[in-house]
């Protein structure tokens, strides 16, 4: 942007543009704003989405309820979050008492940023989320400041569980403020508790919260919303071994939720359901869903996420009886979680692994799989205790994939409660 502009908001550019004295530029104004600032427009396309899905007609109230009613005309134009954060981090509160920087139009574009940095620096997103709160507490009005202290609130607890500082993490969304919300921000709020829980080991507590959230959403009629809520529920009692009842959670989700806004949860939540109808006896359901899954995972750049996806699709395949593809899936999988070091999903598709092994008359490389997770993190309790659960299963029952769930789901909840914990669910 031209040094010259700098510094000139959105609003008095238009005005610039437009000397006329007649012209109304609430609309406009904002429909510029979209144009020129990246967070607004990122808010407004996600808000078409979980609207109108695929269908992009503006809705009838116009730009503002795409935005809900965060966008202000005059917010400054994008540069001065990068200027800001250009400088030593040691400084960043110091300079909110000087120009340009002492704005409160600067606090949405904070915020903004500090949802951006969620996945890729979580650090940096609490950081920005505590500034821009120091910033609203200066600056906004009472409705400002309650409304900028929810959202920063939410946004340092969702940071902090993305970092693993989970008790932290509740810290920061136990604000009294909360209380009074708005229903989509509480709503927001019980979520976020809910994958904090979850990831403590606290499954009945998470699908709790993740139950009222998804009724809260519902009540909002914020159908994307709910619809990720509710895949995120399926998710949790998949892991719990509720299969019936994940069912009904991941079908629901995925009937709401915008797969292209979140392409990840939507392939966990269709390669979920594909394992769970292929254990409930349901092989073309879950065939179905399978291919969906495949078509999702394409779309997904995390590396990480996609090696644990390509996992999903292995053990559904398993649970298919599909035993051959099923561990031409799951050993680049389990390899690549032994090299970057992630022990709990190493550990899950050896299980995984092993299964399929056994079912192709294999068992006899179970006990390779097994000294690999103690040679690959020596000395580590956690891998001993999976090498454990591998060498204590009777690979040989007819009964094998019934009988070896209750093994399975404790080895889950021993990571969740005592560690090392899987990688966090990548929401944000």
């Not at 503006?58 to 005309?73: K, S, V």
């Not at 704005?103 to 650090?123: A, K, N």
């Not at 956690?382 to 070896?404: C, K, Q």
Request: hydrophobic share 45%; with cysteine.
């Amino acid at each position: 942007m031209d040094e010259g502009v700098r510094g000139e908001t959105h609003l008095e550019i238009l005005s610039a543009l437009y000397p006329g004295d007649d012209l109304d530029l609430g609309e406009e104004a904002m429909l510029y704003h979209l144009l020129s600032c990246s967070p607004c427009r990122e808010r407004a396309q996600a808000a078409l989405l979980e609207r109108h899905g695929t269908n992009l007609a503006l809705p009838a109230l116009g730009l503002g309820i795409l935005l809900d009613e965060e966008c202000d005309a005059g917010i400054p134009v994008d540069g001065l979050v990068d200027e800001l954060l250009a400088r030593p981090r040691e400084q960043h509160f110091e300079l909110l008492d000087e120009p340009p920087f002492q704005e409160g139009l600067l606090v949405g574009p904070l915020l903004g940023r500090s949802r951006q940095e969620q996945l890729r620096e979580p650090e940096l997103a609490e950081h920005l989320a505590f500034l821009a709160a120091r910033l609203a507490g200066r600056t906004l009005d009472d409705a400002g400041l309650r409304k900028a202290l929810l959202r920063a609130g939410l946004l340092k607890g969702n940071a902090r569980r993305l970092a693993g500082k989970l008790e932290e993490a509740l810290q920061a969304l136990a604000q009294e403020g909360f209380l009074l919300a708005p229903l989509p921000e509480l709503a927001r709020l019980r979520r976020a508790v809910g994958l904090v829980r979850w990831e403590q080991g606290r499954l009945e507590e998470g699908a709790f919260h993740l139950e009222g959230a998804a009724t809260a959403f519902s009540a909002a009629r914020r159908r994307a919303e709910e619809g990720e809520t509710l895949a995120l529920l399926g998710l949790l009692q998949a892991e719990a071994g509720l299969l019936p009842q994940c069912t009904g959670s991941l079908l629901g989700g995925l009937r709401l939720l915008a797969a292209e806004g979140r392409p990840w949860l939507a392939a966990r939540a269709c390669l979920t359901l594909a394992g769970a109808f292929a254990s409930l006896g349901c092989p073309d359901e879950a065939g179905h869903l399978l291919r969906r899954g495949r078509e999702l995972v394409r779309t997904v750049d995390d590396p990480a996420e996609a090696t644990f996806l390509y996992g999903l699709e292995g053990a559904a395949l398993g649970a298919l009886g599909e035993a051959e593809e099923a561990c031409a899936l799951l050993r680049p999988v389990r390899s690549r979680h032994l090299i970057e070091g992630r022990l709990p999903e190493a550990a899950f598709a050896s299980l995984d692994l092993a299964l399929a092994l056994a079912e192709q008359g294999a068992s006899g490389e179970v006990e390779g799989l097994a000294r690999e997770l103690e040679a690959g993190f020596p000395g580590v309790p956690a891998a001993f205790e999976a090498a454990a659960t591998l060498r204590g299963t009777r690979w040989s029952d007819p009964a094998l994939r019934r009988n070896v769930e209750p093994a399975s789901l404790a080895l889950r909840r021993r990571f969740r409660t005592q560690g090392p914990r899987p990688r966090p669910l990548p929401f944000a």
